[in-house]
């Protein structure tokens, strides 16, 4: 029953907001995917892929937009868009023949019965569709059954924390009745201006993007099927599945590094928890996230390109500064040379004795070619190896760098 009403809502609400020149939209910075491998690379295929390698990509229940923009933004790579909706599929049909994308095919069909397509794909995204689902992990094992031996999957679920306003009011509206129509739909705008200021709806609509159109409001708030998840639950949902998590799209979010200050007591209490550990205590601490974005792969795969910083090769690795980034150079207190790289409101700082690591952020250079060549450090690498792994692993948890291991001959330029 869920199902049906839920096909019916895409079908009369076409989501998300419908955009009509895809080119423009990336062109002015006003449409970009969380996870497009043009950005985050380095974070799915850190070893193993040239970045001018075409890829096969699945786009998993596209809605009205997404596989037009990998499609538009990517001509190299042949994208299949596959959903339920007809009304998505027909908007995103416009702009294929808009913008003459012959690498582009849309399917309608439900994502569980993706082997019938009789394809494999180099890199799967599904977002914001599996929590809509009677049964996610049904949906997370079909996506992985069609995913390649070294193939991510990016993935997007809601946030149970964050949301923790939205379904009592979700509840709400079915006690009262209340239909995907759009004179209930102006009610439920009103309803929310009306709520106390202090209501933990606000917090939520604060962070959400989806609540300025009708679609996003249905969606939202009278969506019959609707699911949200912990980090914990994250986990364990990519596992069932047969995957194992890889990276965070934002690893900001999930870093301890990131979140607590260097100063701050509760460090006493932190020193003995796994990453994955201490990503969940981010999220039951800041409750911050109405959305979890992460990448998954095969087991095999993940096991080769984790990342370890404390491995021998650590001065052969190459990295650049995450897209948005930046590198300041000042004092401290004492007057000594002391750097920052900044990206949005993170600041991680570092002292000038590592400035070398500035040299590197391009993957031009490796981080032993860099220190080589100069004759304070040539013949002394080792001893620095404990302070540039530390630098280096706080820099790649906080998201502001992204990075290579050896054996990669590529370079992002």
């Given at each position: 029953?869920?199902?049906?009403?839920?096909?019916?809502?895409?079908?009369?609400?076409?989501?998300?907001?419908?955009?009509?020149?895809?080119?423009?939209?990336?062109?002015?910075?006003?449409?970009?995917?969380?996870?497009?491998?043009?950005?985050?690379?380095?974070?799915?295929?850190?070893?193993?892929?040239?970045?001018?390698?075409?890829?096969?990509?699945?786009?998993?229940?596209?809605?009205?937009?997404?596989?037009?923009?990998?499609?538009?933004?990517?001509?190299?790579?042949?994208?299949?868009?596959?959903?339920?909706?007809?009304?998505?599929?027909?908007?995103?049909?416009?702009?294929?023949?808009?913008?003459?994308?012959?690498?582009?095919?849309?399917?309608?069909?439900?994502?569980?019965?993706?082997?019938?397509?009789?394809?494999?794909?180099?890199?799967?995204?599904?977002?914001?569709?599996?929590?809509?689902?009677?049964?996610?992990?049904?949906?997370?094992?079909?996506?992985?059954?069609?995913?390649?031996?070294?193939?991510?999957?990016?993935?997007?679920?809601?946030?149970?924390?964050?949301?923790?306003?939205?379904?009592?009011?979700?509840?709400?509206?079915?006690?009262?009745?209340?239909?995907?129509?759009?004179?209930?739909?102006?009610?439920?705008?009103?309803?929310?201006?009306?709520?106390?200021?202090?209501?933990?709806?606000?917090?939520?609509?604060?962070?959400?993007?989806?609540?300025?159109?009708?679609?996003?409001?249905?969606?939202?708030?009278?969506?019959?099927?609707?699911?949200?998840?912990?980090?914990?639950?994250?986990?364990?949902?990519?596992?069932?599945?047969?995957?194992?998590?890889?990276?965070?799209?934002?690893?900001?979010?999930?870093?301890?590094?990131?979140?607590?200050?260097?100063?701050?007591?509760?460090?006493?209490?932190?020193?003995?928890?796994?990453?994955?550990?201490?990503?969940?205590?981010?999220?039951?601490l800041l409750q911050s996230r109405g959305t979890?974005?992460?990448?998954?792969?095969?087991?095999?795969?993940?096991?080769?390109?984790?990342?370890?910083?404390?491995?021998?090769?650590?001065?052969?690795?190459?990295?650049?500064?995450?897209?948005?980034?930046?590198?300041?150079?000042?004092?401290?207190?004492?007057?000594?040379?002391?750097?920052?790289?900044?990206?949005?409101?993170?600041?991680?700082?570092?002292p000038g004795l590592l400035h070398h690591l500035?040299?590197?952020?391009?993957?031009?250079?490796?981080?032993?070619?860099?220190?080589?060549?100069?004759?304070?450090?040539?013949?002394?690498?080792?001893?620095?190896?404990?302070?540039?792994?530390?630098?280096?692993?706080?820099?790649?948890?906080?998201?502001?760098?992204?990075?290579?291991?050896?054996?990669?001959?590529?370079?992002?330029?």
């Open positions: 029953m869920n199902s049906r009403l839920l096909l019916e809502q895409y079908r009369h609400w076409i989501y998300p907001r419908p955009i009509e020149d895809m080119r423009k939209a990336i062109s002015s910075g006003g449409y970009l995917e969380i996870g497009d491998p043009t950005y985050y690379w380095p974070l799915m295929w850190s070893d193993s892929r040239r970045v001018d390698q075409p890829l096969d990509v699945l786009c998993a229940g596209c809605g009205s937009n997404q596989a037009a923009y990998y499609a538009c933004q990517n001509p190299q790579w042949n994208v299949v868009g596959i959903d339920v909706s007809d009304s998505g599929l027909a908007h995103q049909s416009l702009l294929k023949e808009r913008h003459a994308l012959r690498n582009l095919e849309l399917i309608e069909i439900d994502l569980t019965q993706v082997s019938q397509l009789g394809k494999s794909f180099d890199f799967i995204t599904c977002t914001g569709v599996l929590h809509h689902m009677t049964d996610p992990d049904a949906g997370l094992k079909a996506l992985s059954s069609v995913l390649r031996p070294d193939g991510i999957l990016n993935i997007m679920m809601y946030g149970k924390h964050l949301r923790m306003g939205i379904y009592p009011l979700q509840e709400a509206f079915r006690l009262m009745r209340l239909e995907q129509s759009s004179s209930d739909v102006t009610l439920i705008r009103e309803i929310l201006q009306s709520l106390p200021q202090d209501h933990p709806v606000h917090r939520y609509m604060r962070h959400s993007n989806d609540l300025g159109y009708d679609a996003g409001i249905v969606d939202t708030f009278l969506n019959p099927l609707d699911q949200a998840y912990s980090v914990k639950d994250i986990f364990s949902f990519t596992r069932r599945a047969g995957l194992e998590f890889l990276n965070w799209c934002e690893p900001a979010e999930y870093s301890l590094r990131a979140q607590v200050p260097e100063d701050h007591p509760l460090w006493s209490r932190l020193d003995d928890l796994s990453q994955e550990e201490a990503a969940h205590l981010c999220d039951l979890h974005r992460w990448m998954a792969a095969h087991p095999d795969y993940v096991a080769k390109a984790k990342i370890p910083f404390d491995h021998d090769a650590l001065f052969d690795y190459t990295f650049r500064l995450t897209p948005g980034g930046k590198i300041n150079e000042g004092h401290d207190s004492s007057g000594s040379d002391l750097f920052e790289c900044t990206r949005g409101n993170l600041t991680f700082k570092f500035t040299e590197c952020m391009s993957f031009s250079r490796s981080i032993r070619s860099v220190l080589e060549s100069d004759a304070s450090f040539a013949n002394d690498i080792q001893s620095l190896k404990a302070y540039v792994s530390r630098t280096l692993r706080d820099l790649y948890e906080m998201g502001h760098v992204q990075i290579f291991m050896p054996d990669s001959s590529q370079v992002l330029s």
